[in-house]
């Protein structure tokens, strides 16, 4: 790759040659790619799957469960990788495995125990090494006083693919007669998305930039920079300090309350409707509407977080979720689920952007990594049973209704930790001005 350069260039030419914004491009691609096209099409696929070979729910969500334990537990292993090698390199790993792992579910996965294996582990790994902390890391190491802004449109990407994913999936199913079918694809897309990681650049450092394009040692720089709108540490938090301060623990209940509905959605969401006598095509359409006010959702959400304090807007969002999933459970008519799917995907998509933002915000970008790979065996942890959990009360009770009111008690909840998760502070930052929102 080429090195780009700004030694001698004027303003106007640095902020042109700055190349954060094209590593928001090649991003945005492969998350569209690993996450929305190959992860929300198993939203329509699975439950095909189940259909087909006569599978027990419960049992067939081992896979999910094992998917999400074997992602929060490797986090601390991804950090590791992304401080030693890059994101580049770790994402490359993520969908080399991606790849493998959708060939074989088209080819060999026929027993309960290999679609476990498959998209229980060779998967996870997958997805864990190719999809959200790396993007999510890199994004922190290039911006800033845009930090927000630029999670929010590389994020919307997976709203974007899912959202196209839904109906493309059932299509391919009812045309080529077979689930398998739709594995190859996504191995395709995989494979798109390997492809696009050639032009990432893991860090602004690494050509001589600096994060938002603004070089800081230089004092007339700093001088012109307008102060920050919402609270930004100057520090860059150890872990054990941060583990220490109740915004983290905060924070982390607000992770559940968006996984676990998420979770709870994306494995029962076409069997909870088609249990209502909505057909597969309705079913999968209230899941791509879902997904797609995801999609709309993460930009402008993100454009408000560099504006207004992210935990304020985590608030609002929770209120949006509890309404949309209130009325998903209850499943009244298309139209009503045509508009709270959209709700709920907006809620959920915003706060997927508004919780790494708090994370950097509070605790400094070179703490990224490792905070997180600490917080996500923390949540998946509890996480990660609810799909077997509600897939198993669904075989025995023939409904969802003790899952959708434990989902909806638990982001009731959540909205009092976003008001509590003010920021932290340290000794060091008492006399820093220009900080809004801070204890």
């Known amino acids: 790759m080429r090195e780009i350069t700004t030694s001698g260039a004027s303003p106007t030419s640095q902020i042109q040659k700055f190349y954060g914004w094209k590593n928001v491009g090649f991003l945005f691609g492969v998350y569209l790619l690993s996450l929305g096209a190959v992860y929300y099409g198993f939203n329509v696929i699975f439950p095909e799957m189940v259909k087909t070979q ?24 991804i950090a590791i990788a992304l401080n030693r090698f890059g994101a580049q390199r770790t994402m490359a790993a993520g969908l080399s495995l991606l790849i493998v792992g959708c060939l074989l579910l088209a080819t060999v996965t026929r027993e309960l125990w290999q679609w476990t294996l498959i998209w229980g582990v060779i998967m996870a790994t997958g997805f864990a090494f190719g999809g959200l902390l790396p993007v999510q890391t890199t994004i922190t190491h290039w911006f800033d006083n845009k930090r927000a802004t630029a999670l929010g449109l590389v994020m919307s990407a997976a709203g974007v693919g899912g959202f196209v994913a839904q109906p493309f999936y059932t299509w391919i199913i009812d045309y080529f007669g077979s689930w398998q079918s739709s594995w190859y694809f996504s191995a395709g897309f995989a494979f798109i998305g390997s492809l696009l990681l050639l032009g990432l650049v893991n860090k602004p450092e690494d050509i001589g930039q600096h994060p938002d394009g603004e070089d800081r040692s230089n004092p007339s720089t700093v001088a012109q920079r307008p102060p920050p709108k919402t609270y930004k540490t100057q520090d860059d938090w150890s872990l054990p300090d941060a583990i220490r301060t109740r915004a983290l623990w905060f924070i982390i209940i607000l992770f559940l309350a968006q996984v676990m509905p998420l979770w709870l959605m994306i494995v029962h969401g076409v069997l909870h409707l088609t249990d209502l006598a909505f057909s597969k095509m ?66 959920y998509g915003g706060v997927v952007v508004m919780l790494p933002t708090m994370i950097a915000n509070y605790y400094g970008r070179a703490s990224f990594a490792t905070i997180n790979g600490f917080i996500f065996p923390v949540q998946i942890v509890f996480a990660a049973l609810l799909p077997v959990v509600a897939g198993y009360l669904a075989d025995i009770q023939g409904h969802y ?39």
Do not use: H, Y
């Open 282 to 347: 309705e079913a999968a359409s209230v899941l791509s509407f879902m997904v797609a006010g995801s999609a709309f959702a993460r930009f402008p959400v993100g454009w408000l977080g560099d504006r207004i304090e992210p935990r304020r807007i985590v608030f609002v969002l929770a209120l949006c979720s509890i309404f949309g999933l209130t009325i998903i459970w209850q499943a009244p008519t298309v139209a009503w689920l045509l508009i709270a799917g959209p709700m709920f995907g907006v809620a």
């Open 54 to 77: 006569g599978w027990s729910r419960g049992d067939a969500s081992w896979a999910q469960t094992l998917r999400g334990l074997l992602m929060g537990f490797t986090a601390p292993l």
């Open 401 to 439: 209704d003790s899952s959708f009111i434990f989902v909806i008690i638990l982001v009731g909840l959540s909205a009092l930790c976003a008001l509590g998760a003010t920021p932290p502070r340290k000794k060091s930052e008492a006399g820093t001005v220009n900080q809004p929102d801070a204890d």
